[in-house]
């Protein structure tokens, strides 16, 4: 059975060293609201193109990271202030784990950070650059959905409360005031508006008479 004097038991001499060989990687601060004790095993080596290689030191004979080992794995960014998992922006299939890769932890850190190039960055890079696109992607839709809904707002002359987006800002939905003959709300997408309008008959036949006309350009 390994011992405290098989392996390194604080990560943190050990992460300095391995991104001292990895081209354009430097150890980065871990993120605000990690256990304080999670330095000693823990440790983040952040490229100045964005990728992040993330490493945890086994300690145990239990977690993701075996006695002795030292697991690593990619961060592929956040989108609207949310970690991307690739498997739900459509990077790798749902049933597909993350690459991640474990290697001894009694290797030198120059062999570490090979190991690291040949087994991991090869896998995990093009990854990451998909999830960066679908980020940026998406943020360019919450503009527009905001940018439509305004823009639908003022057009009805209504007040800056009655838009509403949703949870992470893809969609918006603009409430009408309601009155005796109208109501109802306008839900915008980045590409779609959909109406949900309940009306007098005549202020109905008006709108069909609009629809009608949309339809024929």
């Given at each position: 059975?390994s011992?405290?004097a098989?392996?390194p038991?604080d990560i943190r001499?050990?992460?300095?060293a ?5 081209d ?7 993120p605000?609201?990690?256990d ?5 095993t823990?440790?983040r ?5 964005g990728?992040?290689i ?10 993701r990271?075996?006695e ?5 794995y990619?961060?592929?960014?956040t ?6 998992q690739?498997?739900e922006?459509g990077?790798i299939?749902y ?8 290697i001894s932890?009694k290797?030198?850190p120059n ?10 960055l090869?896998?995990?890079t093009p990854i990451?650059?998909?999830c960066?696109e679908?980020?940026c992607?998406y ?9 439509r809904?305004?823009?639908?707002r003022?057009?009805?002359g209504l007040?800056p409360p009655?838009?509403?987006l ?5 969609q918006a939905t603009?409430?009408?005031?309601y ?8 839900e915008?997408g ?5 109406f949900?309008l309940?009306t007098?008959p005549?202020?109905?036949?008006s709108?069909a008479?609009?629809i009608?006309g949309?339809t024929?350009?």
């Amino acid at each position: 059975m390994s011992n405290a004097a098989d392996y390194p038991t604080d990560i943190r001499p050990l992460a300095k060293a391995i991104a001292e060989h990895l081209d354009g990687f430097e150890v980065k601060a871990l993120p605000n609201g990690w256990d304080k004790d999670a330095e000693k095993t823990r440790a983040r080596l952040v490229h100045k193109d964005g990728r992040v290689i993330g490493l945890i030191l086994g300690t145990t004979r239990y977690g993701r990271a075996p006695e002795g080992k030292l697991h690593v794995y990619g961060e592929y960014g956040t989108d609207n202030g949310q970690p991307v998992q690739p498997q739900e922006v459509g990077a790798i299939r749902y049933n597909e784990s993350a690459p991640a890769i474990n290697i001894s932890a009694k290797k030198s850190p120059n062999r570490i950070a090979r190991e690291i190039e040949r087994r991991f960055l090869g896998e995990y890079t093009p990854i990451w650059q998909y999830c960066q696109e679908k980020i940026c992607q998406y943020a360019e839709q919450r503009e527009v959905v905001a940018r439509r809904a305004e823009e639908i707002r003022l057009a009805l002359g209504l007040e800056p409360p009655s838009v509403r987006l949703n949870y992470d800002k893809s969609q918006a939905t603009i409430y009408l005031p309601y009155r005796e003959d109208r109501r109802g709300s306008i839900e915008v997408g980045p590409t779609w508006v959909s109406f949900d309008l309940s009306t007098g008959p005549d202020a109905g036949l008006s709108l069909a008479k609009a629809i009608a006309g949309l339809t024929r350009e």
